[in-house]
């Protein structure tokens, strides 16, 4: 899997991952500020994305709804108004397209500062980990397809718990690992990636 675009979906939804936030944001004062901004961002994001949804199933059911009501104007001789329809397919088209406007704004600028934030960072290979414990000080992790563990200090392991969404769902291991380092001050840090 690409670290890289599991960061980018992480930072999209920042506000589930206080950990993350903590991690990305030491020793740097940009990615403080950056993190800060992107966080009510993220939030507002997926609730505007979750709207964008709505709204294009409540337009293509006035579409259908008009539709039917033109078709029974014709046939039936109905009296209702045509101007009705045509408005509310306007209305609902204009709803649909201003959600959607909002949304792509938010994702330009959410694109911004995450690659703002990741040009910070040097991505090293993600290893799957099938268990893993701890001893004296270190979390000790059993690399999948490997006879052999990889042993990380406590202090240097950020734990993410996920949710389905953002692990792809052929997912068969206990976790990810991945080493980050980053480029201004060479810290290492590692994160531990483990679905709910």
Known sequence: MDTKQLLKSLLESLYKYPTLQQTLSSNSENNKKSLALLKPLSYVFNKIKALSSKTLIFALAVYAWSLLVLISIGLFSL??????????????????????????????????????????????????????????????????????????????????????????????????????????????IYLQFEPK
């Open 79 to 188: 009296r209702i108004s045509p101007y009705f329809s045509f408005y509310l397919i306007i209305f609902s088209s204009l709803l649909f397209l201003l959600v959607w406007i909002v949304q792509a704004l938010l994702y330009g600028v959410m694109s911004v500062l995450e690659r703002r934030i990741l040009r910070d960072f040097k991505i090293y290979k993600t290893e799957e980990y099938i268990s893993n414990y701890i001893s004296d000080g270190e979390k000790h992790f059993n690399i999948l397809n490997k006879r052999e563990y990889k042993d990380i200090p406590e202090n240097l392991l950020n734990l993410i718990k996920m949710d389905g969404k953002t692990l792809s769902s052929d997912f068969q291991s206990k976790g990810l690992i991945t080493e980050i380092v980053n480029v201004s001050s060479n810290n290492i």
